[in-house]
């Protein structure tokens, strides 16, 4: 499910990142701009539902397990600012100016936050050939001294 979960909010997440910079430049389409902020949001708890899931399947915890822990820490303060953002959207606390501000804040906590995972993935498919290929050293240098 991340695994077409993550590229669909990425993809949002840029379309979101244009709008929301054309509005604070330019002032126009600040509905497109909410919208595609709302849709990052809800796609961003989605991913956090499902990768939850996840970690409990395979860790034995819902989140902060050892593997995905400071993932998991960051992933609270990207949640806190997108929810902070639907706050202020949903109950009028500020303007759509400082939300969209807001939303900004949300979208640099998650460029972090999906560099960690992406960092996270390369070290372990990294370790993985690693261990592929001492296996198969292991293998090969057995065959040779048994033949």
Not at 103 to 123: D, E, G, H, I, P
């Amino acid at each position: 499910m991340q695994g077409i979960l993550a590229p669909v909010q990425f993809l949002v997440f840029l379309v979101s990142l244009v709008l929301v910079i054309n509005y604070l430049l330019n002032g126009t389409a600040l509905t497109a701009a909410t919208t595609s902020v709302v849709l990052k949001t809800l796609l961003l708890y989605t991913i956090m539902v499902t990768g939850a899931i996840w970690e409990k399947r395979v860790f034995g915890q819902y989140l902060f397990a050892p593997a995905f822990y400071w993932e998991d820490v960051f992933s609270m303060a990207v949640i806190a600012l997108h929810t902070a953002y639907l706050a202020c959207w949903l109950f009028d606390l500020a303007g759509p100016r400082e939300q969209l501000w807001i939303a900004l804040a949300a979208y640099a906590t998650y460029v972090v936050n999906a560099a960690q995972f992406l960092l996270k993935l390369r070290s372990a498919r990294l370790d993985s050939a690693r261990a592929s290929a001492t296996a198969d050293d292991h293998r090969a240098m057995w065959q040779g001294l048994t033949e």
